[in-house]
């Protein structure tokens, strides 16, 4: 499950668009137009369907902003809106926040009022402007320097589940590999490094190697690959604890927050959550 978001533009509104098929029947709610033909479905379903497809198509192309979006957004995913919960929370909750504490989606539906836009903004703002730094773990491609994954140095997070047997993840202690006991419930940590090596064995083999003990493992999961058609066979990986503020770590959400505010500002319309 993920995250969205999207303001409608005023074209339709405002004259700036073709006139659309069967305009007749046209009805506008905060979710966009639509054709208003509950009565004929009942009596042609055929003609309905042929109706909506030819109304469709043309709101595609009614005007500049595809499907009449001023601002599409992505948010985050499930795990990426949790943690900027758990931000919120860690620096005041409602009583600093109170307007996104109470108005930040919790499901793919609903939607924020256009009263409440210029104050969820300026908390946006605010919140950017926090000193406080975060200590942070990042998993990193070495060379590149390609994040993998990251995780707030207190708690463990499990970003990668091989469905058979194995676990990856990082904690304070670097990376790990847990293998599942005989139990199928219990787990044991086979292989762990701050410093190591993916090796490409074939047959959706990966060989981890920890590059100062040498010790060993073979996983039945990457993770990473540069996505080539005859993609390296090693990859070289390093875990390190750094501080982070709350803008650079947060950018993902906050960023296209602020574009579906200053969107909603602008035309007067509200900011829907999908």
Known sequence: MGYNAFVLCNCYKEGKTS??????????SDEGLY??????????????????DAFDKWMENACPH???????ERLANISGMSAFWSILEKLGGESKFPVLFNNLPTSNCGSLSINYSQTFLQELLVLEQEKKKEEKLFLSVKETREVKQSVNINKRKVFIWQGYEQLYGIDKEGFFISKKGFDNKSTKVVFRSKDFRQVYLGNDQYQFVDNFTKKKFIGTSKIHSDGKV???????????????????EYAYIIAPLKKLMSASIETGNPVMWS
């Open 66 to 72: 595809e499907d009449m979006k001023i601002v599409d």
């Open 19 to 28: 006139n659309p098929p069967y305009k007749e029947f046209v009805k506008t």
């Open 35 to 52: 054709l208003d033909l509950e009565n004929l479905y009942q009596k042609d379903k055929n003609e309905y369907f042929k109706r909506n």
């Open 230 to 248: 005859k993609p390296k066979k090693v990859f070289s990986f390093i875990v390190e604890k750094k501080g982070v503020t709350i803008k650079q």
